[in-house]
Nanobody, 119 residues
Framework: QLQASGGGSVQTGTSLRLSCVLS????????MGWFRQAPGKERESVGH????????NYADSVKGRFTISRDNAKNTVYLQMSSLKPEDTAVYYC??????????????WGQGTLVTVSS
C-alpha cells in the first residue's frame, strides 16, 4: 500500500515536499516514481528513481525544479518541488514497480495528493 501526503495550496515560486510511504512490502525491492494529473488532462510522469536511488529521471517540464529522493530505512520516497508554477497544479500520485522503472502501467499506486499553485 502506498500513502502519499504533503499536498496543499501554495503561491507561485514557493516550494513543497511530497512524501509517499510504502507499507506491506520491502521498499528496496521497488523502483519508485511520481506522476501527476491536471484537470482535464491525462496522467503524466514527473520522474522516477531506481531501487538504490542512484538513477533518477525527470520530465522536461520539471527538470531543475523538482527532485526525487528516497529513504529506504523509512520506506519513503519524496518529491521536492521548487519554483512552483500554476501549471504544476495537479493531483500527484506515487507509484511503485518491482521490475521496471515506473510507468503508467505499473501495478502499485498511491491515492494521490492535490497540489494547487496560485499566481
Amino acid at each position: 500500500q502506498l500513502q502519499a501526503s504533503g499536498g496543499g495550496s501554495v503561491q507561485t515560486g514557493t516550494s513543497l515536499r511530497l512524501s509517499c510511504v510504502l507499507s506491506g512490502g520491502t521498499f528496496i525491492m521497488f523502483n519508485m516514481g511520481w506522476f501527476r494529473q491536471a484537470p482535464g488532462k491525462e496522467r503524466e510522469s514527473v520522474g522516477h528513481i531506481n531501487k538504490n536511488g542512484y538513477r533518477r529521471n525527470y520530465a522536461d517540464s520539471v527538470k531543475g525544479r523538482f527532485t526525487i529522493s528516497r529513504d529506504n530505512a523509512k520506506n519513503t520516497v519524496y518529491l521536492q518541488m521548487s519554483s512552483l508554477k500554476p501549471e504544476d497544479t495537479a493531483v500527484y500520485y506515487c507509484a511503485a514497480d518491482p521490475v521496471r522503472y515506473v510507468s503508467i502501467n505499473s501495478s502499485y499506486w498511491g491515492q494521490g495528493t492535490l497540489v494547487t499553485v496560485s499566481s
